[in-house]
């Protein structure tokens, strides 16, 4: 399946076809269920990071994950509340940083389980990466450990740089360049910083986004 998708790629066959080849492989690697809870019914590829956000994601297999369409209609649901499957992430309310890191996170630790470590189930492009630390304003200097899909979660999973670095800087820290956030950062204040209602804040999160969480198969429930 993977050698056809190449060919069709190369070969620049039609989008429609080397999406549905794109879809075969993404939810025949995944085992033909929904990664978050584990359904086999109505299943969809769905393109974690949107294909229209970059034209090159659009066929690689780190940017496809299987879910059902109970599960799908999550990243599909706009600030109406009301899921339109038909459209993009994009014309509905725009990125869902969280939800697709925490998607990435999911495939890493489901990769990990069914131990299908191949680089290509799971590929970015360098270039993918290097688009996705420039959008979050990470230095050349930080690098990241392991398969391109974990370095996709990671990348993902760094507070953007240029806030982190302007708030540690109002309270006199530098971040070195080659920095890498592993985990939620607390920070305690003095006065430096206010809430909205003008008090003094005296701590901060940083975020640090775990996998999706894993839910139980809805269709076992049912019963
Ligand atoms: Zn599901
Ligand atoms: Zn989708």
Redesign the pocket.
Known sequence: MYSRLVKAIEKQRSNSYCLSLWSMFIRERDGHRCIICNSKKKL????IIRKSFWKHLKFQTGNGIT?CHVC?KD??TGFNGRPD?SQP?DAQGGEKIDLFTGYLGALVIDSYRRNQLEEYLYHFSDGALDAFKKIQGIPEAATFEGRQIEKAYQIWNQTPRGMFEAILNSVGVTIPEDYVQNEEVTMYYSDTLKKKDGSPADVMYFRYIPPTEFKENPDDTLE
């Open positions: 969809s590829a769905h393109h879910l799908h990243p599909h499957l992430m």
